[in-house]
């Protein structure tokens, strides 16, 4: 279960386990950008549902993992991708700018987690795999709440790992900078290419966490840099 699945980050992930041979939910609030994500990752070989919701709320994340169930009996890796990072000097910050933040970059990742965490358990166990951010680490001028929310996800994976590992749930946030997406582009149009990571190289590390030999390493933060 992917949320944020629809372009970048989330979107060469699903298509990095479609070739692996996964089942797909996939979530975004666009149900045109979804739908066309979903397609796409069927091309790829991939059984797959799309579901159009707002993971910030509890009926959206509830919404997803319904569909996991009903589709596919079940879920094994969640991952946590929906985000966004309003810039702002501090004094400038709206409150709107400031709840943005707030809930496509802590309640998402709290309200998927919570969903997800008792079909997990009831599989056995399996894995959620947060995005955070270098900023989370490194925050730029104007990131302020940005990389403090990206803080809490990395504070929240420690906790859910701990709380995990008796029910064989693992936890990890992979932390990028730069990465060439449409959101890098709308924050910093002239940011250098060369310099930006692919989408795909985030998602070959979300990929690798999930491997079961990576279970020692459960509650890390991995930041990815170019």
């Known amino acids: 279960m992917i949320t944020g699945a629809s372009r970048g980050i989330g979107l060469a992930t699903a298509l990095r386990f479609a070739r692996a041979g996964a089942r797909l939910v996939l979530a975004a609030r666009d149900p045109q950008a979804i739908e066309a994500a979903r397609r796409e990752v069927e091309r790829a070989g991939a059984a797959c549902e799309a579901v ?6 509890r009926a959206g994340a509830e919404s997803l993992v319904a569909a996991a169930r009903r589709r596919f009996g079940g ?4 991952v946590n991708n929906a985000g966004a990072a309003p810039r702002a000097p501090l004094d400038e910050l709206t409150d709107e700018q400031f709840e943005l933040a707030l809930a496509a970059n802590v309640r998402s990742v709290f309200y998927a987690t919570r969903a997800a965490w008792r079909p997990l358990r009831e599989r056995g166990g399996g894995v959620v795999v947060s995005v955070s951010s270098l900023a989370s680490d490194d925050p730029f001028p104007g990131f302020a709440v940005y990389g403090a929310c990206k803080a809490w996800v990395n504070l929240f994976t420690r906790a859910i790992a701990a709380e995990g590992r008796p029910l064989g749930i693992r936890a990890f946030a992979v932390a990028p900078g730069a990465v060439e997406t449409g959101m890098l582009r709308g924050l910093f149009p002239d940011f250098p290419a060369p310099q930006a990571l692919a989408p795909d190289d985030v998602a070959g590390v979300i990929e690798s966490v999930c491997a079961a030999g990576m279970a020692h390493a459960s509650g890390q933060t991995i930041f990815v840099r170019k």
């Open 75 to 78: 879920l094994d890796v969640l």
């Open 52 to 57: 159009a919701a707002d993971v910030a709320t």
